[in-house]
């Protein structure tokens, strides 16, 4: 399993950006799908998760901000994010689980006030 994020950059507070994920190596349709970010000094935290189904969830920070999505026929994972804050600036990862946990590179995600 391979899952490969980009998107990520510096962007102004109240900026939107879009991170995506290519995922190989797995039967990706049937496969849920989390996004997980890790600021400086703090742990890394469950973000959004998006089931085979498309059923989505949040963590409560990022609720009506961010959106997960995924498109099964290009194998990639979306996290759109608006109304950005300072606060969400963190590495962002995305990650499955099958029989073990896979995590893709992370990428880089800074908000400026």
């Known amino acids: 399993v391979q899952l490969q994020a980009s998107g990520g950059g510096l962007v102004q507070a109240g900026g939107s950006l879009r991170l995506s994920c290519a995922a190989s190596?797995?039967?990706?349709?049937?496969?849920?799908m989390d996004w997980y970010r890790q600021a400086p000094g703090k742990q890394r935290e469950l973000v959004a998760n998006i089931s085979s189904s498309h059923t989505t969830s949040y963590e409560d920070s990022v609720k009506g901000r961010f959106t997960i999505s995924r498109d099964n026929v290009r194998r990639r994972l979306y996290l759109q994010m608006d109304s950005l804050k300072p606060e969400d600036t963190a590495v962002y990862y995305c990650?499955?689980?099958?029989?073990?946990?896979?995590w893709g590179k992370g990428t880089l995600v800074t908000v400026s006030s």
């Open positions: 190596g797995l039967v990706f349709s049937r496969t849920n």
């Open positions: 990650h499955t689980h099958v029989w073990r946990d896979y």
